[in-house]
């Protein structure tokens, strides 16, 4: 019995073939380019910087050994614990110690003249050293934030009780895809208007060397 001949597969085109799709796929695929961040700088200003009051000064430092200290006006420096921290920053930030056009009708502290005058003030500086451990970093900035949002959530629910909710469950929700428009209209203006009664004046300074 004659043995079939197997079929030629054509291929001549194959090269053009592969060609044209080479073509197709370095016109039409789109090669994405990192641009950096969409920011704009603020325009160089011509006038001073504001003097700023040292007992408006909340200053924080921690050394190589994970140790925080606390410089307050008239102060050299006291040894403070983690657990104390947000107490003693709320404390500040509360204390409504100025007069006149510096007085604060909101604080509820003890306005201790030489503690910080009002909310929009008060400014909690923070220094680092190399050393520090990355555990005590981020510890002390979840005490620091965690201040302010018991101010903001005090005068959110004194302002807005009817809401249900305080600052930092409002703001959660406002931030959630899942919230309707109507409900996030609700908000937003509210947010605002306790982001600017009391203001999220954190500095932090470059770490500093170990001796």
């Keep these: 019995?004659?043995?079939r001949a197997a079929p030629e597969v054509n291929a001549g085109s194959m090269a053009d073939i592969a060609f044209l799709l080479l073509i197709f796929f370095?016109?039409?695929?789109?090669?994405?380019?990192?641009s950096g961040l969409n920011r704009k700088l603020p325009p160089i200003e011509e006038t001073e910087?504001?003097?700023?009051?040292?007992?408006?000064?909340?200053?924080?430092?921690v050394n190589g050994n994970n140790e925080l200290f606390l410089k307050a006006a008239g102060s050299?420096?006291?040894?403070?614990?983690?657990?104390?921290?947000r107490k003693t920053a709320v404390a500040f930030?509360?204390?409504?110690?100025?007069?006149?056009?510096d007085a604060?009708?909101?604080?509820?502290?003890?306005?201790?003249?030489?503690?910080?005058?009002?909310?929009q003030k008060a400014i909690i500086s923070l220094q680092n050293?190399?050393?520090?451990?990355?555990?005590?970093?981020?510890?002390?900035?979840?005490?620091i934030i965690a201040a302010y949002n018991v101010l903001r959530n005090r005068e959110f629910e004194l302002k807005y009780p009817n809401l249900g909710v305080n600052f930092v469950e409002a703001d959660n929700e406002y931030n959630d895809a899942r919230t309707s428009p109507s409900r996030k209209a609700q908000l937003k203006d509210k947010i605002e208007d306790i982001?600017?009664?009391?203001?999220?004046?954190?500095?932090?300074?470059?770490?500093?060397?170990?001796?």
Excluded: H, W
């Design 26 to 34: 370095l016109v039409t695929t789109t090669i994405e380019v990192d």
């Design 1 to 3: 019995m004659a043995k």
């Design 195 to 211: 982001k600017l009664l009391i203001p999220q004046k954190f500095s932090e300074a470059e770490p500093k060397k170990s001796n």
């Design 93 to 101: 930030l509360d204390n409504g110690g100025g007069k006149g056009e």
């Design 76 to 85: 050299e420096g006291d040894l403070i614990k983690l657990k104390d921290l």
């Design 49 to 61: 910087p504001p003097i700023i009051k040292e007992r408006n000064i909340f200053q924080l430092t």
């Design 104 to 119: 604060c009708k909101s604080c509820k502290g003890k306005r201790n003249p030489e503690s910080s005058d009002n909310f």
């Design 129 to 143: 050293d190399r050393g520090t451990s990355y555990e005590t970093y981020i510890a002390v900035q979840n005490e």
